[in-house]
Nanobody, 128 residues
Framework: QMQLVESGGGLVQAGGSLRLSCAVS????????MGWFRQAPEREREFVGA????????HYADSVKGRFTISRDNAKNTVYLQMNSLKPEDTAVYYC?????????????????????WGQGTQVTVSS
């Protein structure tokens, strides 16, 4: 089993920044592509971004492109989501997810069902 633990959420004013972390254990982190998703109340869970196992490729939802940046440190078994210029509509629970690289397809996976492991989520609230 793989364990994923998100942290770094909180309350921030519009225009501010937050950096989320997702610490991974239980599997070889560098053999997993990673994704970030979010879910606002009464809304479907939606794709935010993804990063290849090597960190050499990233993909973003149009709604966050240019504001959010995903990175990873394979030596620390951690993936990050840097969120800048936050908007009230970014308010949601944010989840990280892991997809084994042995599965067919590239790292640009945008459905939560594409991932095998999930964290418990961290709340991000952006006030106007």
């Amino acid at each position: 089993q793989m364990q994923l633990v998100e942290s770094g959420g909180g309350l921030v004013q519009a225009g501010g920044s937050l950096r989320l972390s997702c610490a991974v254990s239980g599997r070889t982190f560098s053999t997993y592509n990673m994704g970030w998703f979010r879910q606002a109340p009464e809304r479907e869970r939606e794709f935010v971004g993804a990063i290849k196992w090597s960190g050499s490729s990233t993909h973003y939802a149009d709604s966050v492109k240019g504001r959010f940046t995903i990175s990873r440190d394979n030596a620390k078994n951690t993936v990050y989501l840097q969120m800048n210029s936050l908007k009230p509509e970014d308010t949601a629970v944010y989840y990280c997810a892991a997809r084994w690289i042995g599965r067919a397809g590239d790292s640009d996976r945008r459905l939560w069902s594409d991932y095998e492991y999930w964290g418990q989520g961290t709340q991000v609230t952006v006030s106007s």
